[in-house]
């Protein structure tokens, strides 16, 4: 009997991320074709040979960054450049009592990326982060990501931040006051416990936001809302401007979302896709926590 009832609950389970996974689809998509490597590479954390003892070879380096890039199908993209030493604060849009952020005010021709929900869990998408080196922000739904929150401290584990997405992905506008508050701090309380962070910044599910929304971002100890101005697609991006470009500082969105959401591509694949398009404009990828002033202190209500 105990087995049966473990068995039906597993199954419980199952049905429940399908679900899930149908309900997320309506907010992303994502990508072009790139083989993973299917020979051996350079290992990203290999120490570079020296040309001197005690001293860092950087081309001996950078030939195994192109390396390590080439076997994913990739040319490396630029190096990103040194964060600023105080970054500029995010414009208030009105009298807010959180800023709403897309883009982040800098002249370095750096973009961020940004992964939303947490409905796949693919391993080789956990090694091309680590092989490529390239920062990303995760905002998480617990929903997606409870049947494996390991999945999750391993790109954190790159140095890769975890942020705050709701616990189960409602249209926070269709909500009243007190039900945003617990979808956001309710999250807040979970992440906190399960990645030893707390999150400092929030993004609503499908971009929806209102007044209440954002006083319970306040409320529940977050500094931001965080929203896009470019989101992958399957093999392409959309672009809120018009001639199709990439602006430094822009904040892009991308899903974590596998074959069935993809049109049979992988996780990789998409991801590959959108370094090329970012790549061909001649931008870096910088992490997005360096560019936001840090924390005030204030903790704000968790409940």
Not at 75 to 95: H, M, Q, S, Y
Not at 241 to 254: A, E, S, T
Request: glycine share 10%; with cysteine.
């Amino acid at each position: 009997m105990p087995g049966t009832a473990r068995r039906s609950t597993r199954a419980a389970a199952a049905a429940a991320a399908a679900a899930l996974a149908a309900s997320l689809a309506a907010c992303g998509g994502g990508a072009g074709r790139s083989p993973a490597p299917s020979a051996p590479v350079p290992s990203a954390s290999a120490p570079a040979t020296t040309a001197r003892a005690g001293l860092p070879a950087p081309a001996a380096e950078a030939r195994r960054r192109a390396a390590l890039w080439r076997a994913w199908g990739l040319a490396p993209l630029p190096p990103a450049p040194p964060p600023p030493a105080a970054p500029v604060p995010p414009r208030r849009t009105g009298a807010g009592p959180v800023p709403v952020v897309s883009r982040i005010p800098t002249r370095d021709r750096v973009v961020f990326l940004t992964i939303d929900d947490g409905t796949e869990k693919d391993p080789e998408f956990v090694r091309m982060l680590r092989e490529l080196r390239v920062p990303v922000t995760m905002f998480l739904t617990d929903a997606a990501i409870r049947p494996d929150y390991g999945y999750f401290r391993r790109i954190q584990a790159l140095g890769d931040t975890v942020q705050n997405h709701t616990l189960t992905h409602p249209y926070l506008p269709g909500l009243g006051a007190a039900a945003q508050r617990a979808e956001i701090c309710g999250q807040q309380r979970r992440l906190t416990r399960e990645y030893g962070a707390a999150p400092t910044l929030f993004r609503p599910p499908y971009g929806a936001y209102d007044a209440a929304t954002l006083e319970a971002v306040r409320a529940c100890g977050l500094r931001a809302l965080v929203l896009w101005r470019e989101s992958m697609q399957i093999r392409d991006m959309q672009y809120q401007d018009p001639g199709r470009r990439l602006h430094p500082g822009d904040i892009v969105l991308v899903h974590f979302r596998g074959p069935a959401e993809l049109k049979h591509r992988t996780m990789t694949e998409m991801f590959a896709a959108l370094l090329r398009r970012i790549g061909g404009q001649g931008f870096a990828v910088g992490r997005l926590d360096d560019y936001l002033p840090a924390p005030d202190g204030h903790a704000g209500a968790t409940g």
